[in-house]
């Protein structure tokens, strides 16, 4: 009792993050809670644990709730934003269901991550998650909450980077697959097996099937005219800095400092830029395309004329064949990894091994994506900067200060170094 005789003292603890869940056995489904595995429990089993169990209760069996899945193991509790988004980048590829299709839960465990992924990296809805748990409204259900559209451009540079590339194709090709359902994909399946039998496929429905065909590429190059235009403008827009300080300069000296004041608003944009995933990367990609149009258009209009120009063609060309060469070997990496993965587990393999091959299968699957999306980037920047300096609306003198600008602008973006801590990651 208190000090007033008409009041109960009740003593209080703090309050702890239990995740409400109800048993899934048909014959006892009671309501329960539970906490996850902390980040230090975790720590104890050396980094072994890759899922946890809950007791019911009621019953006394175990089952495994909503979300735990291996990436307790790679992305505890603690972990930052970038933790967070590195580890996705390696979790997606490694769970992915066309890389596990004899696993009956791929599909699962995969919405299971992309869920995850979608709330560790936003910091309200972590913090939902983390004082709530999962069933706290206003959390996402795991049920086709992710774009891929959005999770590829969170991978490949993130949206500070789309007013330099846009939104990267290739998450919209993988939306459009997974929006097919099994039957759709199984018809194309046997379309493959069957190709070159006509006989099974009837004049109308191949016909149909053309048509299909070439609305999609109609409705490809729409969005590529549509991505690009808007590039441009955005290019034209951070050029104009350059360009119409140089126009005003009334002299040498105005115009030097002109020139210091572009460098060193590309150097701070880059500065930050770099931080993102892959960031480096496409820097390095984009800066390499803008020099190598700067310099193409500057030796066109030289006093050597056209002639000035095919070199810087010529080489233009063949980095965009060794580019491709190198992709396909990227590619032809990752099938190998692959096909070592599944003939060691026929054969037995421990789980060492296991994770061994792949994390390999993980690394080189990440980096022959961002091979193939490099050079999507790099085909689209190509464009781009044509537009942006062969411009017919403005006159040679702008052109060419474009160029200059486009110059400033690549030779920075090729020059960005990681920090030490990102290289040692």
Known sequence: MGDDATRIVVPSRRKEAYVAVTCPYTNCKTQIEYKRPSAELVAKYNNSVTTFSVTCTACDRNF??????????????????????????????????????????????????????QVLSDPTLRHKYNEFGPST???????????????????????????????IS???????????????????????????????????????????????????????????????????????????????????????????????IIRMEAEELKTENYGVELLHAVGFVYLAKSRHYLASNSVFGSLGGMFYAASSSFHTVRETVSTVRAALELKSIFEELAKAEEQGITEERKKQLEDQAAEKGMHALFKGAKLE?????????????????????????????????????????????????
């Open 377 to 425: 980037v790099e085909s689209i920047i190509r464009e781009v900067a044509d537009r942006c300096l062969y411009d017919s609306d403005v006159s040679k003198q702008t052109q060419r200060l474009r160029a200059d600008a486009l110059a400033i602008v690549g030779d920075i973006y090729s020059h960005v170094q990681a920090d030490p801590e990102e290289k040692s990651d």
């Open 137 to 167: 409204p206003g959390l996402p259900s795991q049920d086709g909450i992710v774009d891929p559209e959005e999770v590829f451009g969170g991978i490949f540079g993130g949206d500070r980077f789309k007013d330099i590339i846009g939104t």
């Open 170 to 264: 290739i998450g919209r090709d993988m939306k459009e697959a997974l929006q097919k359902d099994s039957e759709e994909l199984e018809k194309e399946a046997d379309g493959k097996e069957s190709e070159g039998n006509d006989e099974s496929i009837t004049p109308e429905q191949k016909a149909a099937k053309e048509a299909e065909e070439q609305r999609k590429e109609k409705e490809k190059e729409e969005q590529r005219e549509v991505r690009v235009s808007e590039l441009v403008d955005k290019l034209i827009r951070k050029l104009s800095i350059y360009t119409e300080s140089l126009s005003t300069a009334t002299d040498e000296s105005q115009a030097d400092e002109a020139r210091r004041g572009f460098r060193e």
């Open 64 to 117: 495994d709730p909503p979300g735990a899945s291996r990436i307790l193991r790679e992305i505890p509790a603690t972990a930052t934003t970038e933790q967070v988004k590195k580890a996705y980048r390696k979790l997606a590829i490694k769970l992915h269901p066309d890389k596990n299709p004899n696993d009956p839960e791929g599909e699962e465990k995969f919405k299971q991550l992309a869920a995850a992924y």
